[in-house]
């Protein structure tokens, strides 16, 4: 019997327990009720309420733009629509950087706001005693490692992270880092598999890849670029499940010629 289909509730241990049957985990972000529903309904294990929403949602270039208020309320609408998955809420930039008070008061206004399970942050050394004090507060928190968007102004571009030995070896260094800080699991964004590969055998804790190759213990993809709604990211890890663009695209055109033909409402759609 899969770990996964026994579970009423999705938590932290299980997806412990999943890593150590050698069981996927799958995770997709969700930045509102309509789509937490149809998304946990599905069956999904992990909803991440990704810092995403500042591109995907708000039209921003990068995730920076995005508040912590703003956070606390697309968790809020995932939330009530998840009734059996693990909810991450990403912390965005400015809410822990500055020093781990701040990233504890802002993790505890996650939990207690929105009733999420876990939040996420990125960085390796640099934010292990913030990780270590939300943990310690009773907090779960998911690291991040490779490619992390709140530093897209440091790195100066979206290309594959670690490739060259030194910045391979932090990677290798700051997993081990964070799994004794207390993270209950780590994402790592676009590595080369086999580092990937390499990291997550070394850990007990599971991975969660996006674009680090098919040897990470789970994936998670933006909603919004698997389902096809945003049609202009692109990249080689992206598998497109859907294309919601074109369709919806295409409903609305449908609509609008029958408003103006005077086909919509008919008299069966009318009091």
Known sequence: MSINKEVKRVTTHTLAKMKEAGEKISMLTAYDFSFSRIIDGAGIDVILVGDSASNVMAGHETTLPITLDQMIYHAQSVIRGAKRCLVVVDLPFGAYQSNSEIALASAIRIMKETGAHAVKLEGGEEVVESVRKIVSAGIPVMGHLGLTPQSIYKFGTYAVR?????????????????????????????????????????????????????YCDGQVLVMHDMLGINT????????????????????????????????????QEQY
């Open 232 to 267: 202009e990211f692109k990249p080689k890890f992206l598998r497109q499940y859907l294309n919601i663009f074109e369709q919806a695209t295409s409903a609305v055109q449908h609509y609008i010629s029958d408003v103006r033909a005077g086909n919509f409402p008919n008299e």
């Open 162 to 214: 670690a490739k060259e030995d030194a910045e391979a070896n932090k990677l290798r260094k700051d997993v081990q880092l964070l799994q004794e800080a207390g993270c209950f699991s780590i994402v790592l964004e676009k590595i080369p598999a086999l580092l990937a590969k390499e990291v997550t055998e070394s850990l007990y804790i599971p991975t969660i890849g996006i674009g680090a190759g098919k």
